[in-house]
Protein backbone atom coordinates (compact mmCIF):
# COMPACT_ATOMS: atom_id res chain seq x y z
CA UNK A 1 0.00 0.00 0.00
CA UNK A 2 1.39 3.62 -0.91
CA UNK A 3 1.84 5.88 1.32
CA UNK A 4 1.35 9.45 2.11
CA UNK A 5 3.05 11.47 -0.20
CA UNK A 6 4.22 15.22 -0.33
CA UNK A 7 6.32 16.93 -2.43
CA UNK A 8 8.77 18.92 -2.76
CA UNK A 9 10.61 17.38 0.12
CA UNK A 10 12.96 20.54 0.38
CA UNK A 11 12.17 24.52 0.09
CA UNK A 12 14.24 27.60 0.17
CA UNK A 13 12.71 30.72 0.19
CA UNK A 14 13.62 34.55 0.79
CA UNK A 15 10.99 35.98 3.18
CA UNK A 16 7.91 37.44 2.09
CA UNK A 17 8.02 35.19 -1.27
CA UNK A 18 4.89 32.36 -1.59
CA UNK A 19 5.34 29.05 -1.51
CA UNK A 20 3.07 25.56 -2.02
CA UNK A 21 3.12 21.95 -0.67
CA UNK A 22 1.31 19.33 -2.12
CA UNK A 23 -0.35 16.29 -0.28
CA UNK A 24 -1.32 12.56 -1.83
CA UNK A 25 -3.40 10.80 1.11
CA UNK A 26 -2.96 6.88 1.30
CA UNK A 27 -6.05 5.93 -0.89
CA UNK A 28 -9.50 6.09 0.82
CA UNK A 29 -8.30 7.80 3.47
CA UNK A 30 -11.07 10.74 4.12
CA UNK A 31 -9.34 13.16 6.72
CA UNK A 32 -5.90 14.83 6.41
CA UNK A 33 -3.86 16.91 8.45
CA UNK A 34 -0.96 19.00 7.93
CA UNK A 35 1.17 19.82 10.84
CA UNK A 36 3.89 22.72 11.42
CA UNK A 37 7.16 21.13 13.31
CA UNK A 38 9.49 23.44 14.15
CA UNK A 39 12.92 22.01 15.30
CA UNK A 40 13.08 20.56 18.65
CA UNK A 41 9.18 20.60 18.54
CA UNK A 42 6.38 18.17 18.78
CA UNK A 43 4.12 18.69 15.26
CA UNK A 44 1.41 20.90 15.79
CA UNK A 45 -2.00 20.73 13.96
CA UNK A 46 -2.40 23.45 10.95
CA UNK A 47 -5.76 22.30 9.87
CA UNK A 48 -7.77 19.22 9.45
CA UNK A 49 -10.16 18.23 6.12
CA UNK A 50 -12.97 15.33 6.68
CA UNK A 51 -13.03 14.96 2.82
CA UNK A 52 -13.12 18.25 1.85
CA UNK A 53 -14.43 20.13 4.28
CA UNK A 54 -12.32 21.86 6.96
CA UNK A 55 -12.92 19.84 10.05
CA UNK A 56 -10.94 22.70 12.20
CA UNK A 57 -8.69 25.15 11.34
CA UNK A 58 -8.16 27.18 14.71
CA UNK A 59 -4.72 26.90 14.97
CA UNK A 60 -3.93 28.04 10.72
CA UNK A 61 -2.68 31.57 10.58
CA UNK A 62 -5.36 32.84 8.42
CA UNK A 63 -3.10 35.85 7.41
CA UNK A 64 -0.74 34.01 5.27
CA UNK A 65 -1.28 30.49 5.17
CA UNK A 66 -4.13 28.70 3.21
CA UNK A 67 -5.39 25.01 2.50
CA UNK A 68 -7.76 23.38 0.19
CA UNK A 69 -8.61 19.96 -0.60
CA UNK A 70 -9.95 19.62 -3.82
CA UNK A 71 -12.27 16.78 -4.54
CA UNK A 72 -11.94 15.45 -1.25
CA UNK A 73 -8.30 13.58 -2.17
CA UNK A 74 -5.31 15.60 -3.09
CA UNK A 75 -3.97 19.29 -0.87
CA UNK A 76 -2.18 21.78 -1.16
CA UNK A 77 -1.00 24.20 1.23
CA UNK A 78 0.48 28.02 0.72
CA UNK A 79 1.97 30.11 2.37
CA UNK A 80 2.23 33.71 1.36
CA UNK A 81 4.22 35.73 2.22
CA UNK A 82 6.35 33.89 4.29
CA UNK A 83 7.88 35.01 7.18
CA UNK A 84 11.41 33.78 9.01
CA UNK A 85 9.37 32.10 11.65
CA UNK A 86 7.65 29.46 9.15
CA UNK A 87 10.92 27.84 8.78
CA UNK A 88 9.99 24.27 9.65
CA UNK A 89 8.77 20.57 8.38
CA UNK A 90 5.20 20.77 7.01
CA UNK A 91 3.50 17.21 7.38
CA UNK A 92 0.81 16.07 5.73
CA UNK A 93 -0.96 13.21 7.28
CA UNK A 94 -4.20 11.11 6.74
CA UNK A 95 -6.40 8.61 8.35
CA UNK A 96 -9.41 6.60 7.84
CA UNK A 97 -11.28 8.23 10.73
CA UNK A 98 -12.27 11.39 11.98
CA UNK A 99 -11.14 11.04 15.03
CA UNK A 100 -7.59 12.65 15.56
CA UNK A 101 -6.53 10.15 18.80
CA UNK A 102 -6.70 6.99 15.74
CA UNK A 103 -3.78 6.07 13.62
CA UNK A 104 -2.59 8.99 11.32
CA UNK A 105 -0.12 8.00 8.56
CA UNK A 106 2.28 10.43 8.34
CA UNK A 107 3.93 11.35 5.05
CA UNK A 108 8.01 12.13 4.85
CA UNK A 109 7.04 16.09 5.25
CA UNK A 110 8.32 19.08 3.14
CA UNK A 111 11.24 20.99 5.04
CA UNK A 112 11.14 24.81 4.43
CA UNK A 113 13.82 27.48 5.14
CA UNK A 114 13.03 30.92 4.74
CA UNK A 115 16.02 33.12 4.71
CA UNK B 1 -7.10 20.88 26.17
CA UNK B 2 -5.32 17.75 28.20
CA UNK B 3 -1.92 18.48 28.25
CA UNK B 4 1.30 15.77 28.06
CA UNK B 5 4.40 15.96 30.06
CA UNK B 6 6.93 13.35 29.51
CA UNK B 7 10.71 13.13 29.99
CA UNK B 8 12.72 15.28 28.07
CA UNK B 9 15.32 12.24 27.20
CA UNK B 10 16.66 8.57 27.95
CA UNK B 11 19.20 6.29 27.75
CA UNK B 12 19.19 3.08 27.42
CA UNK B 13 21.32 0.15 26.02
CA UNK B 14 20.55 -2.90 23.86
CA UNK B 15 18.36 -5.82 25.33
CA UNK B 16 17.15 -3.27 27.88
CA UNK B 17 13.16 -2.83 28.47
CA UNK B 18 12.24 0.81 28.62
CA UNK B 19 10.02 2.35 29.64
CA UNK B 20 8.40 6.14 29.15
CA UNK B 21 5.97 7.39 31.40
CA UNK B 22 3.38 10.20 30.50
CA UNK B 23 1.68 12.32 32.92
CA UNK B 24 -1.80 13.88 31.92
CA UNK B 25 -3.30 14.79 34.48
CA UNK B 26 -6.10 16.86 32.62
CA UNK B 27 -7.76 13.77 30.84
CA UNK B 28 -11.41 13.86 29.93
CA UNK B 29 -13.63 11.01 30.14
CA UNK B 30 -13.38 10.20 26.41
CA UNK B 31 -9.67 10.70 25.47
CA UNK B 32 -7.35 7.82 24.36
CA UNK B 33 -4.13 7.60 24.90
CA UNK B 34 -1.46 7.30 21.72
CA UNK B 35 1.76 6.89 21.43
CA UNK B 36 4.01 8.00 18.26
CA UNK B 37 7.56 6.84 17.17
CA UNK B 38 9.47 9.84 14.73
CA UNK B 39 13.10 9.22 13.35
CA UNK B 40 15.18 12.12 12.03
CA UNK B 41 13.69 13.14 8.56
CA UNK B 42 10.44 11.31 8.58
CA UNK B 43 7.20 11.42 10.07
CA UNK B 44 6.30 10.44 13.05
CA UNK B 45 4.57 6.61 12.80
CA UNK B 46 1.86 5.46 15.23
CA UNK B 47 2.94 2.73 17.86
CA UNK B 48 0.28 1.99 20.12
CA UNK B 49 -2.90 2.98 21.61
CA UNK B 50 -5.10 2.56 24.47
CA UNK B 51 -8.24 4.20 26.76
CA UNK B 52 -7.81 2.37 30.36
CA UNK B 53 -5.81 -0.98 31.66
CA UNK B 54 -3.15 -2.62 29.33
CA UNK B 55 -2.26 -3.30 25.54
CA UNK B 56 0.08 -5.12 24.29
CA UNK B 57 0.87 -5.20 20.23
CA UNK B 58 3.88 -6.55 18.54
CA UNK B 59 6.21 -3.33 19.25
CA UNK B 60 5.00 -2.55 22.72
CA UNK B 61 2.83 -2.41 25.76
CA UNK B 62 0.36 0.41 26.80
CA UNK B 63 0.25 0.38 30.96
CA UNK B 64 -2.13 2.58 31.74
CA UNK B 65 -3.77 3.27 35.70
CA UNK B 66 -7.34 2.97 36.59
CA UNK B 67 -7.17 6.76 36.99
CA UNK B 68 -5.84 7.48 33.78
CA UNK B 69 -3.56 10.32 34.60
CA UNK B 70 -0.91 8.57 33.19
CA UNK B 71 0.58 5.76 31.12
CA UNK B 72 3.74 4.19 30.28
CA UNK B 73 4.95 2.61 26.99
CA UNK B 74 6.76 -0.34 27.57
CA UNK B 75 9.69 -0.96 24.70
CA UNK B 76 10.88 -4.84 25.61
CA UNK B 77 14.68 -5.75 24.88
CA UNK B 78 15.13 -1.98 22.82
CA UNK B 79 17.64 -2.25 20.14
CA UNK B 80 19.92 0.80 18.56
CA UNK B 81 17.13 0.76 15.99
CA UNK B 82 14.94 2.36 18.71
CA UNK B 83 16.88 5.50 18.92
CA UNK B 84 13.89 7.79 18.38
CA UNK B 85 11.75 10.82 19.53
CA UNK B 86 8.62 9.18 21.48
CA UNK B 87 5.28 11.23 22.22
CA UNK B 88 2.38 10.29 23.95
CA UNK B 89 -0.78 12.46 23.05
CA UNK B 90 -4.45 12.22 24.12
CA UNK B 91 -7.04 12.59 22.36
CA UNK B 92 -10.91 11.10 21.62
CA UNK B 93 -13.01 10.35 19.21
CA UNK B 94 -16.81 11.14 18.50
CA UNK B 95 -18.55 13.23 16.18
CA UNK B 96 -17.09 16.36 17.02
CA UNK B 97 -13.44 15.48 16.27
CA UNK B 98 -12.69 19.38 17.38
CA UNK B 99 -10.33 18.97 20.10
CA UNK B 100 -6.92 19.35 18.86
CA UNK B 101 -4.09 16.30 18.87
CA UNK B 102 -1.39 18.35 21.00
CA UNK B 103 1.58 16.69 20.68
CA UNK B 104 4.34 17.35 23.32
CA UNK B 105 8.26 17.85 22.91
CA UNK B 106 8.44 13.90 22.97
CA UNK B 107 11.32 11.79 24.81
CA UNK B 108 14.18 11.29 23.10
CA UNK B 109 15.94 8.12 23.31
CA UNK B 110 18.95 7.20 22.66
CA UNK B 111 20.07 3.52 22.72
CA UNK B 112 23.75 2.70 23.41
CA UNK B 113 25.14 -0.73 22.18
Known amino acids: EAGVAQSPRYKIIEKRQSVAFWCNPI?????LYWYQQILGQGPKLLIQFQNNGVVDDSQLPKDRFSAERLKGVDSTLKIQPAKLEDSAVYLC?????????????FGPGTRLTVT | LAKTTQPISMDSYEGQEVNITCSHNNIATNDYITWYQQFPSQGPRFIIQ???TKVTNEVASLFIPADRKSSTLSLPRVSLSDTAVYYC??????????????FGSGTRLQVQP
Open chain 2, 50 to 52: GYK
Open chain 1, 27 to 31: SGHAT
Open chain 1, 93 to 105: ASSLTRDRGRENY
Open chain 2, 89 to 102: LVGHGGDTGRRALT
